[in-house]
């Protein structure tokens, strides 16, 4: 086959620039002033900065206050992954198995998942509002809840509201999952395995390997990342700064305190962070799955 | 008590599709019975509801003198064979024979004996560290069978298990099948819509259409008296000749033809099925007709051909000299016709 050549060496570059300048202005640009940010030190008025060295990477390391959102985002990540997955599995097994409204049901699983974090935010707001929440009410009658105040407390209400809107995306791509694996394989199953538990574990789970790996990757990303809002308008990181992501602690140093030097290399460590979380599950994980 | 009894088996689908009709069916011990019909005629239907995959509306199944109806898939002792194989994908090839021994508490060692011993049989025992994408359709197909061997079933149960496969390899497994079910001698049933493969497979064969049998007997049966003019179009290839005509008197009259039969019959509605191979073409012959059309099959040729506005085929040994646009003069027995009844599609 023949490639078509275009003559003229500027037209190309026509065509990609909208596509560079949304790239340039809104990705390299901040990442550049990310990086000159790290290693700057702005003096308190904010007129002038000078080269800082390291000096922002060792203040955040002994900085206690960033070994607690660090603590706490890890945690965060992992337990949300956990709660969304398995929530998003068990509903989207159970959605598979029904024959009659399939369609409702899907509908209302996924609906979830248009919504914007703040908005989920100020949702779990309603339900944890301490005078006509309803999980407030319950969780309060339970054990006496107290969220700004108890760190625990505090946990619950930010995992619930983090959790919620991210089980509708496990549950579509679940249900996508178990749709692809082909029927009679199932069906072969069924003759040769009696229980349905031992059926799942063994034919069904581990052919939904490859979906899995895709979501545990996707749900930490998530819960790094897009919680921002959620955090924003439910707990603004209290009690203390006990409830406060890396990205919230970022955002909080860097543009109400005006650390920017800090802020910019706390947004450096997270990236070395997710970086080896990701490199850590392709080289260790990703091996162990079969893709069909 | 037969080995494995239908009775007025009904499966109605949620959407109201009757898919099988009031069919009843016995199966004898170590038999090879293989249901043909087009696809969509419910033999697919029957088949998974003596596996136990679609329940049943109405009716009973017994197998070794037990009702199966209720009896949970894993447990009626049956073993099938799918049309895509249906291999456990993530599974090793040993992992995918041992799964259904495995869960059934069976002993590491028993396993891999009896692993083995289906491997060697079918000629896999070099693959069985293989996960089944890196085997071929035909390595599959054997993965498959020593799936269903291992678990020594009291019935094999084979969904169109060849239809993937190309045309040499369908063949070549074919009789690998049928020698394997001699040799082991388990009871077995075979879906096809390929009425090759029913007849050289079947013991007996149970030709379905529209959820309902038409006809059960040996392949000779069907072939040479088929109870219906469905049995006889869908047994045989090149497909039965049928015309339809008027009968008075023992009188056939097809066009300005007449064929004297033996019984003096008297239908005024009737079809009369010739097999193609039936009509003997000779220069003496009683009738001429020309060939609109030759198809040459090397040792065979096909001639279609008309007698008024009704097509015919005839089938004849290629040496034969003619060609499209040819006249040419044939017979036609009447003891080699079929006649029937074109009201109740019955046979006379």
């Known amino acids: 086959m023949k490639k078509v050549q275009f003559k003229s060496t500027y037209s190309q570059y026509f065509f990609l620039a909208p596509q560079l300048l949304i790239l340039l202005i809104f990705l390299y640009w901040p990442i550049i002033q990310t990086f000159k940010d790290a290693f700057t030190m702005q003096d308190a008025f904010g007129f002038s900065s000078q080269f800082a060295g390291f000096d922002n990477f060792l203040f955040i390391f002994s900085d206690p206050s960033y070994l607690t959102a660090f603590k706490f985002t890890i945690m965060y990540s992992f337990i949300i992954t956990l709660i969304t997955g398995s929530i998003g599995l068990l509903l989207a097994v159970q959605a598979n198995k029904v024959m009659h409204g399939k369609n409702v049901y899907k509908t209302l699983l996924i609906w979830p998942y248009a919504i914007a974090p703040a908005v989920v935010g100020v949702m779990a707001n309603y339900f944890f509002s301490e005078r006509y929440g309803l999980l407030h009410h319950l969780f309060n009658n339970l054990w006496g809840f107290n969220w700004y105040e108890d760190v625990f407390d505090a946990y619950i209400y930010v995992i619930i509201a983090g959790s919620w809107k991210q089980i509708s995306a496990n549950f579509i791509f679940f249900l996508a999952g178990l749709q692809a694996i082909q029927k009679t394989v199932i069906e072969a199953s069924i003759i040769d395995c009696k229980s349905n538990i031992r059926r799942f574990w063994t034919i069904t789970f581990p052919l939904l390997m490859p979906t899995t790996f895709f979501l545990i990757i996707i749900n930490i990303t998530y819960a790094f990342f897009d919680t921002f809002g959620i955090i924003d308008t439910t707990t603004i990181g209290a009690p203390g700064s006990e409830t406060k992501t890396l990205v919230y602690k970022a955002y909080i140093d860097g543009f109400k305190g005006l650390d920017l030097g800090s802020a910019g290399a706390q947004s450096i460590m997270m990236m070395l962070i997710v970086l080896v979380i990701t490199i850590f599950q392709f080289r260790y994980i990703e091996g162990k799955i079969h893709y069909n | ?348």
């Not at chain 2, 099948?177 to 096809?192: A, E, H």
Request: aromatic share 6%; net charge negative.
């Open chain 2, 1 to 348: 008590m037969s080995f494995l009894e239908l009775k007025n088996i009904t499966k109605i689908y949620p959407n109201g599709t009757k898919a099988v009709d009031e069919t009843s069916l016995n199966v004898e011990d170590g038999e090879f019975v293989v249901f043909v019909g087009p696809s969509g005629c419910g033999k697919s239907t029957l088949l998974r509801m003596v596996a136990g995959l679609e329940d049943i509306t109405d009716g009973q199944i017994s197998l070794d003198g037990k009702i199966i109806n209720d009896v949970d898939p894993s447990e009626r002792d049956v073993a099938m064979v799918f049309q895509n194989y249906a291999l456990y994908p993530h599974m090793s090839v040993y992992n995918n024979m041992a799964y259904g021994l495995k869960n059934r508490g069976i002993s590491n060692d028993e396993i891999k004996n009896k692993v083995n011993e289906a491997a060697k049989l079918l000629e896999i025992d070099q693959l069985l560290s293989r996960k089944p994408s890196m085997l071929s359709g035909g390595q599959r197909q054997r993965v498959a069978m020593g799936r269903a061997i291992v678990r020594n079933p009291k019935i094999f149960l084979f969904d169109e298990p060849l239809s993937n496969l190309d045309a040499k390899l369908r063949n070549q497994m074919r009789l690998e099948i049928k020698k394997l079910q001699r040799q082991m001698g388990v009871t077995s049933i075979f879906v096809t819509h390929d009425q090759t493969e029913a007849m050289t497979l079947g013991d007996r064969i149970v030709v379905i259409n529209n959820g309902i049998v038409e006809q059960v007997g040996t392949p000779k049966e069907i072939y040479s008296k088929p109870n219906t003019k469905f049995v006889a179009e869908f047994i045989g290839s090149p497909q039965m000749n049928l015309f339809n005509c008027k009968i008075e008197n023992g009188i056939v009259k097809i066009d300005n033809n007449q064929i004297t039969l033996d019984k003096k019959l008297n239908i005024e509605n009737a079809c009369l099925g010739v097999r193609p191979d039936d009509i003997q073409v000779n220069n003496n012959g009683q009738y001429r007709c020309i060939a609109n059309l030759v198809e040459y099959l090397g040792s065979d040729m096909i001639i279609y051909s008309s007698m008024g506005d009704q097509e015919f085929s005839c089938k004849l040994s290629s040496k034969i000299e003619l060609k499209a646009g040819d006249s040419f003069n044939f017979d036609i027995l009447p003891s080699s016709v079929h006649i029937f009844d074109n009201i109740t599609s019955n046979r006379i």
